[in-house]
T-cell receptor
């Protein structure tokens, strides 16, 4: 399967612990996005990368959240000192940008990592 | 800033009946519009998109959507639904640089036998 892969599928942690999620995008895709989805809501944008550069971060991304894409391939999202409000599905998506005006942009989503903070 | 409204959180419909899922957006710039579907326990998949040109867009699985600029709407329609169409449907908008996708809250379509 050459789609977007996310690990782990599920993560249960205690409040105050740190967690890290991994996303492997489609190999030729240069853009990678992180979204958060809570029950009954649509995905909320967190951040995105163009290759290894993190180009935009949402205000939702507090200083406890950090994302990296060190080699422009896979990405990690780390949450430090988790809180119960962090419980959500964390989605990764990737796309192939054709340039500044990405007229054919299409997001491919992974199945997500479901985080439960107890 | 862009925003997306999906007024119907749940839409139950009988099999083979037509369905329309509503989507309205607001934006101060030109936008691209999308419908994504999320089947149970699966990731989001693109159904269709409007970038430019014809305002009637056809997508996969028999779905279509019509872009109405004056009403800032992009409603999704299917003339005859199947049980397998049961899923969560998300309308999304991005600016014309494709840098930021904003999703609506979703509409859960339940197709009843």
């Amino acid at each position: 399967d050459t789609g977007v892969s996310q690990n782990p599928r599920h993560k249960i942690t205690k409040r105050g612990q740190n967690v890290t999620f991994r996303c492997d995008p489609i190999s030729e895709h240069n853009r990678l996005y992180w979204y958060r989805q809570t029950l009954g809501q649509g995905p909320e944008f967190l951040t995105y990368f163009q290759n290894e550069a993190q180009l935009e971060k949402s205000r939702l991304l507090s200083d406890r959240f950090s994302a990296e894409r060190p080699k422009g391939s896979f990405s990690t999202l780390e949450i430090q000192r988790t809180e119960q409000g962090d419980s959500a599905m964390y989605l990764c998506a990737s796309s192939l940008s054709l340039g500044v005006t990405a007229t054919n942009e299409k997001l491919f989503f992974g199945s997500g990592t479901q985080l439960s903070v107890l | 800033a862009q925003s997306v409204t999906q007024l119907d959180s749940q839409v139950p419909v009988f099999e083979e009946a037509p369905v329309e899922l509503r989507c309205n957006y607001s934006s101060s710039v030109s936008v691209y519009l999308f419908w994504y579907v999320q089947y149970p326990n699966q990731g989001l998949q693109l159904l269709l998109k409007y970038l430019s040109g014809s305002t009637l867009v056809k997508g996969i699985n028999g779905f279509e959507a019509e872009f109405n600029k004056s009403q800032t709407s992009f409603h999704l329609r299917k003339p005859s639904v199947h049980i397998s169409d049961t899923a969560e449907y998300f309308c999304a908008v991005s600016d014309n640089y494709g840098q930021n996708f904003v999703f609506g809250p979703g509409t859960r379509l339940s197709v009843l036998p």
